[in-house]
């Protein structure tokens, strides 16, 4: 059963960290390109950072960079997203997106929600 389950989602203060985790199951994790993306109250899902399949190459959306780092280990099949220096604006639930382009297929996870509140 192919399956994408993030964690790590929570309440956190202004200026405060965490770090999101996405396990994969069911496909062969080092074959897709790992995105995050994220989606705030009446707002459209944006893409947040992106990890290449094979050379681990890295992209983030202007406003999360220098603030946001994606890794992934594909041993461990797990993709992830540091996030630091975090504001209210970067409240969402955060989504994982698993895209093999040979295949074209595309798997999503549940989500995991952020909040940045004091």
Same mark, same amino acid.
């Given at each position: 059963?192919? /399956?994408? =389950? ?6 956190? /203060?202004?200026?405060?960290?965490? &770090?999101?985790? %996405? ?8 074959? $897709?390109?790992?995105?995050? $993306? @994220? ?5 459209? @899902?944006?893409?947040? +950072?992106?990890?290449? #399949? =094979? ?8 406003? !999360?960079?220098? &603030?946001?780092?994606?890794? &992934? ?5 797990? !993709?992830?997203? /540091?996030?630091? #220096? ?5 409240? +969402?639930? $955060? $989504? %994982?997106? =698993?895209?093999?382009? =040979?295949? /074209? &297929? ?11 509140? #004091?």
């Amino acid at each position: 059963q192919v /399956q994408l =389950a993030e964690s790590g989602g929570g309440l956190v /203060q202004p200026g405060g960290s965490l &770090r999101l985790s %996405c396990a994969a199951s069911g496909i062969i994790f080092s074959n $897709y390109v790992m995105h995050w $993306y @994220r989606q705030a109250p009446g707002k459209e @899902r944006e893409l947040v +950072a992106v990890i290449s #399949s =094979a050379s681990g190459t890295t992209n983030y959306a202007d406003s !999360v960079k220098g &603030r946001f780092t994606i890794s &992934r280990d594909n041993a461990k099949n797990t !993709v992830y997203l /540091q996030m630091n #220096s975090l504001k209210p604006d970067d409240t +969402a639930v $955060y $989504y %994982c997106k =698993a895209t093999n382009w =040979a295949l /074209q &297929r595309n798997v999503w996870g549940q989500g995991t929600q952020v909040t940045v509140s #004091s």
